[in-house]
């Protein structure tokens, strides 16, 4: 995208580059398509600006707008930046065979994510065969507090990094999110203890999750995680969804350390 077009209503070239990205990443974020109207509410940028930016966007196929050409969505050429990532992250092409043998071992829904800030980013899954999901997981950015994932992932920090890393007000999903800091850092202790990290319907109700870091990098980034029904989610079975996790998941940090990958 040329300096012209992003130098719309003598905003500097800085500035419009960063609203540009931020209003893919609400775009993105948004479940539905939004009007102007809701991007600049979201936002709050100026409508001349907002519009001349999403003007160039839809020019370039990172946005498309729906038949009425009053609301706006990511177009299909924000889909090749997103391949582009996952196909040459060295970690992935390792991590898709765990999750096959994994899935096929417990039967469940199998995701792989890594922390991006204060959020996991889902870069891999393999769904249950007997499940039908309405929501397709990778690319997904959710809040790490409400995931076993981003859980996991926390616990290989400190106190003190965890505090630096959160926003002041914990987001919830759902009434069973832990929103609290100090309930956090109780059950980060707990995930440390144990070497795991388990919720119950914190980010969807009707699902419970373990998940285990991947112990390539340190802290750790990556971390897989098994969905369950929550009714399942209890006891013996719990444990022997722990045990498998945790032997795939470190099974695939010794392939990665052992080929180099950090």
Same mark, same amino acid.
């Given at each position: ?5 992003l130098?719309?209503n ?7 580059? @960063? ?13 539905t398509?939004?009007? =102007?109207?809701?991007?600049? +509410?979201?936002?709050g %940028?100026? /409508?001349?600006?907002l ?20 609301a706006?969505?990511?177009g299909?050429?924000?889909l ?16 898709y @065979?765990? =999750?096959?043998?994994?899935r096929?071992?417990?039967? %469940?829904? #199998? &995701? %792989?994510?890594?922390?991006? +800030? ?8 393999? +769904? ?10 990778v ?9 076993a994932?981003?859980q996991a ?5 400190? +106190?003190?990094e #965890? ?11 759902t ?5 609290d800091?100090?309930?956090? &850092?109780? @059950? ?12 119950? @319907? ?13 112990? %390539? ?13 929550? &009714? ?7 444990e022997q ?15 990665? /350390?052992?080929d180099?990958i950090?």
């Open positions: 995208m040329s300096e012209v077009s130098a719309v003598d905003v500097s070239p800085v500035k419009s580059a @960063e609203r540009t990205v931020k209003i893919l990443e609400t775009l993105a974020a948004s479940p398509r939004l009007t =102007l109207s809701e991007l600049q +509410e979201r936002m %940028y100026p /409508r001349s600006s519009h001349a930016l999403v003007r160039t966007l839809r020019e370039l196929k990172w946005v498309e707008a729906d038949e009425s050409g009053s706006f969505g990511v299909p050429h924000a090749l930046s997103g391949t582009a990532y996952l196909d040459r992250d060295p970690a992935l092409r390792f991590a @065979e765990t =999750l096959e043998d994994l096929s071992e417990i039967g %469940y829904t #199998i &995701h %792989y994510a890594r922390r991006d +800030e204060a959020h996991v980013l889902y870069l891999a899954s393999r +769904e249950s065969r007997d499940t039908v999901r309405l929501v397709q997981r690319g997904r950015r959710l809040p790490a507090n409400v995931t994932l981003g992932l926390l616990a290989d920090l400190t +106190e003190a #965890i505090d630096a890393l959160l926003p002041a007000d914990l987001e919830g999903l009434p069973h999110s832990i929103t800091r100090s309930a956090l &850092h109780a @059950e980060l202790d707990a995930v440390r203890k144990r070497g795991w990290a388990f919720e119950r @319907e914190q980010n969807t109700e009707g699902v419970a999750c373990v998940a285990v870091a991947v112990g %390539y990098r340190i802290p750790a980034s990556d971390a897989i995680s098994c969905s369950m029904p929550a &009714h399942l989610a209890t006891g013996d079975h719990v969804v722990v045990a498998a996790v945790t032997k795939h998941t470190e099974a695939l940090a010794r392939t990665l /350390r052992r180099g950090r």
